[in-house]
């Protein structure tokens, strides 16, 4: 992997990460959860309903749509 494609992948995960505060309502494939903090590099989330925090890739959480209700 050459520097300007590594860096680039890097500055959108980070960038990604700083976007998410903790607390924040996310999406976990098709379940809600809640941001927690990052770890490892991995997001520490709590689905909605569980009591029980996971970590989890932080590729594979996306913000809830919004929807006008």
């Not at 998410?20 to 809600?32: K, N, S």
């Amino acid at each position: 992997m050459d520097t300007i494609a590594g860096a680039k992948i890097l500055q959108e995960r980070f960038s990604r990460s700083a976007s998410l505060q903790p607390d924040q309502a996310v999406m976990h494939g098709d379940r809600r959860a809640t941001f927690i903090r990052m770890s490892d590099s991995a997001a520490i989330i709590r689905h909605w309903g569980d009591s029980h925090a996971v970590a989890v890739p932080l590729e594979s959480l996306s913000l809830p749509s919004r929807k006008p209700r």
